[in-house]
């Protein structure tokens, strides 16, 4: 009995013994395994992230996969490829070629006002009626009576009545009114060996950083040096913009971290371009109009300090064609605020009307300068009264 018992204990023993040895074993053998994971997901975490919102902040196209770099260069893979350099197409004739884009938001304009003048009877209500359509394309009441006014007398003094002849008048009336020998000419030109300083200013949203790019590209491929200075310091993703600009020409771009002051920027660019031998410096500006001191301050100062290196040849105001008056009572703060030399009306390719031209020409006071005619790099071009006019008038 007692040997059996004996047994029984040293077989319980035994097992115990074993089944204690394999529970160890397969213990011991987890937490290797977990501690080779856990290092390798908390080291990558803190690195990946800031590297990621660094990226996605930039907002740039051409930033290189998030993957991880080999740990010997870390910093090398952050850098986005050099782009190559574009030789853009040089600005002669470019408003010819971008006709299209004009007449497609312009025809009804053009149209409507031939018919008017081409039928049997221009009694009282037909005259009213060409100068409820000039209103309704944007040209402005006071435009729509001189125009209509001019038209009247001359129909009736030289009894005018072919269709040919009375767009020939009506192309001469629309071209007094926008101003067919006005000087809008893009000062660009360097004061021997000081560059020609250019500001580009107006209500964010409008097209500044657009115009400043696509202007920088004009003059490339006219032949000219230029320097961008990234004078909205407000936004990073606004710097990163300008920068994408000045790459794709080989612009240099001169910026400042985000919050930075906007006229020492200005200040740096002219600088630079002056060291350089640089022909054309263009400052893309903030446009926040909440309160209209600050503005005021601001803008002030960037052209203040800008003067202590070079003169400012030309300030541009950026004007959103769509946005219609309401545009054009934000514009004018700018107008009090800065010397505007000449205006950059953008959009025009969408459901701007073209008679806004004449308007903000004879409100601001300034003449159109250039016109954005779309979202494509080499959609600016230099305003051409006739060929605007034409293209309303045959589409
Ligand atoms: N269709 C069209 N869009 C334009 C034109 N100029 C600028 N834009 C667009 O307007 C938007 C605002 O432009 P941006 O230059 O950032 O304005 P900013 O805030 O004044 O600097 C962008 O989406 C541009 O592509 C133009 O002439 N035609
Ligand atoms: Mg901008």
Not at 68 to 88: F, K, L, N, Q, R
Not at 236 to 248: D, H, M, N, V
């Amino acid at each position: 009995m007692d040997i059996t018992l004996l047994a029984v204990v040293a077989i319980v023993v035994l097992l115990l013994v074993v089944g204690g040895f394999f529970l160890v074993r397969t213990q011991r053998s987890v937490p290797p395994s977990k501690e080779k994971t856990k290092p390798e997901v908390t080291g990558e975490a803190p690195a990946a992230p800031p590297q990621e919102d660094r990226e996605r902040d930039e907002g740039t196209v051409r930033t290189p996969p998030a993957k991880a770099p080999p740990e010997e260069e870390p910093e090398v893979s952050v850098i986005p490829p050099e782009p190559a350099v574009e030789t853009p197409p040089p600005s002669a004739g470019r408003m010819v070629r971008l006709r299209a884009r004009l007449a497609r938001s312009q025809s009804s304009l053009g149209q409507g006002l031939l018919n008017l003048l081409s039928s049997d009877t221009l009694d009282e209500d037909t005259w009213e009626e060409i100068e409820d359509l000039l209103i309704t394309a944007d040209i402005g009441v006071t435009s729509a009576t001189q125009i209509v006014e001019n038209l009247r007398t001359r129909v009736k003094v030289l009894g005018t009545r072919g269709s040919e002849e009375v767009r020939a008048l009506l192309r001469e009336e629309l071209l007094a009114q926008i101003g067919a020998d006005t000087d809008r000419l893009v000062r660009t030109e360097p004061h021997g060996d000081r560059p020609a300083v250019i500001m580009v200013v107006g209500v964010n949203g409008t097209g500044k950083t657009t115009t400043t790019g696509k202007l920088a590209r004009v003059l490339v491929g006219d032949g000219r040096s230029v320097v961008l200075g990234a004078a909205d310091t407000f936004r990073a993703a606004a710097t990163e913009q300008l920068q994408t600009w000045g790459s794709r020409v080989g612009a240099p771009v001169v910026a400042k971290e985000e919050g930075a002051d906007p006229a020492s920027v200005a200040f740096d660019a002219v600088a630079r371009a002056t060291d350089d031998g640089t022909d054309t410096v263009i400052i893309d500006t903030a446009g926040r109009l909440h309160t209209k001191a600050g503005l005021m301050d601001e803008l002030g100062k960037v052209k203040r300090v800008v003067e202590k290196k070079s003169q400012v040849d030309e300030v541009l105001l950026v004007l959103d064609a769509t946005t219609g008056q309401n545009g054009l009572r934000q514009a004018r703060v700018f107008g009090e605020v800065v010397n505007v030399t000449g205006i950059a009306l953008t959009k025009l390719d969408g459901t701007a009307k073209g008679g806004i031209i004449v308007q903000v020409q004879r409100e601001l006071g300034v003449p159109v300068k250039l016109v954005g005619l779309g979202e494509g790099p080499d959609d600016l071009a230099p305003f051409d009264a006739e060929v605007f006019v034409d293209t309303i008038l045959t589409s």
